[in-house]
């Protein structure tokens, strides 16, 4: 519970950061090949 308090506290400066956004489209994606496997 301490890890997600600290990161909705984060500042949005860096949720806004390049790497931050290109982590998301990483893990969205990863996310989405391992849903494709599954469905197909």
Known sequence: MRIHRTRLQLPAKLLSSPLFI???????????????????
């Open 22 to 40: 290109c982590m998301n489209l990483f893990v969205a994606n990863v996310g989405y090949v391992e849903l494709a496997e599954e469905w197909n």
